[in-house]
């Protein structure tokens, strides 16, 4: 079991990361809900390390449409019958009404190799999301970049913040997104200089580790400004 701060946990063996909010009524909010595995590993933590009911998993919220963050979401929502919840530009990418546009040169030819693999069944976004918007006790934030609705969520008075694939925190070292697969590099620069505006000293990314610091603003800032 594994609870980064009071009420958020981080769902064990998860890739990418999958996080369990508790809110005050006991119910539950999964932020990303990771590759097909991943989809059960949460049910698993939610009624037997967490002794909840599936029912009390309420909502989805997906920080972005890659495979790796989306593909566990349809096992959870019929199981669960939560909602699902992303950005506005990002939905129809996950419900599988647009294809995601492919990365230009070999990172485009590797991404058609190896996209039979990766086809998930789509799962159906229940709510659109835009700027500020209250999800599990969060506020959303549009972060665009990595893909064009990534979302961070930020809630000022426990100071966390969920980046999503816009910044990761790995082997101790803050980073910002994967190039390849990040097509709007500027835009992700702009959208980490916004983040560090923000009062946060713990960030929950979507691969990699806690970052844990009353410096992190700054870290983010400086990530930024290296990018
Ligand atoms: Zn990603
Ligand atoms: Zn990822």
């Given at each position: 079991?594994?609870?980064?701060?009071?009420?958020?946990?981080?769902?064990?063996?998860?890739?990418?990361?999958?996080y369990l909010i508790e809110q005050d009524d006991g119910s539950l909010t999964l932020v990303d809900a990771g590759m097909q595995p991943d989809g059960?590993?949460?049910?698993?933590?939610?009624?037997?390390?967490?002794?909840?009911?599936?029912?009390?998993?309420?909502?989805?919220?997906?920080?972005?449409?890659?495979?790796?963050?989306?593909?566990?979401?349809?096992?959870?929502?019929?199981?669960?019958?939560?909602?699902?919840?992303?950005?506005?530009?990002?939905?129809?990418?996950?419900?599988?009404?647009?294809?995601?546009?492919?990365?230009?040169?070999?990172?485009?030819?590797?991404?058609?190799?190896?996209?039979?693999?990766?086809?998930?069944?789509?799962?159906?976004?229940?709510?659109?999301?835009?700027?500020?918007d209250p999800v599990g006790g969060f506020s959303v934030v549009h972060t665009p970049g990595h893909t064009p609705g990534s979302i961070a969520l930020?809630d000022p008075k426990s100071r966390v913040l969920f980046v999503g694939d816009t910044a990761r925190y790995i082997k101790g070292k803050l980073v910002?997104?994967?190039?390849?697969?990040?097509?709007?590099?500027?835009?992700?620069?702009?959208?980490?200089?916004?983040?560090?505006?923000?009062?946060?000293?713990?960030?929950?990314?979507?691969?990699?580790?806690?970052?844990?610091?009353?410096?992190?603003?700054?870290?983010?800032?400086?990530?930024?400004?290296?990018?």
């Open positions: 079991m594994t609870e980064i701060v009071t009420g958020i946990h981080y769902v064990d063996g998860s890739n990418a990361n999958c059960k590993k949460v049910i698993e933590y939610a009624t037997k390390t967490m002794k909840k009911q599936p029912s009390d998993l309420k909502t989805i919220v997906l920080t972005h449409c890659h495979v790796d963050h989306v593909r566990g979401a349809a096992a959870v929502k019929a199981a669960t019958g939560a909602k699902v919840e992303a950005h506005q530009a990002e939905a129809d990418y996950i419900s599988g009404v647009t294809q995601y546009p492919r990365p230009g040169g070999a990172t485009g030819v590797l991404f058609g190799l190896i996209s039979p693999f990766f086809n998930s069944k789509p799962v159906q976004v229940d709510v659109r999301l835009a700027q500020g930020h910002g997104p994967p190039p390849h697969f990040t097509p709007d590099m500027k835009a992700a620069k702009a959208s980490l200089a916004r983040l560090s505006a923000l009062d946060f000293e713990v960030l929950l990314s979507g691969h990699g580790d806690p970052l844990r610091s009353k410096d992190a603003p700054k870290m983010v800032k400086d990530l930024s400004e290296k990018l």
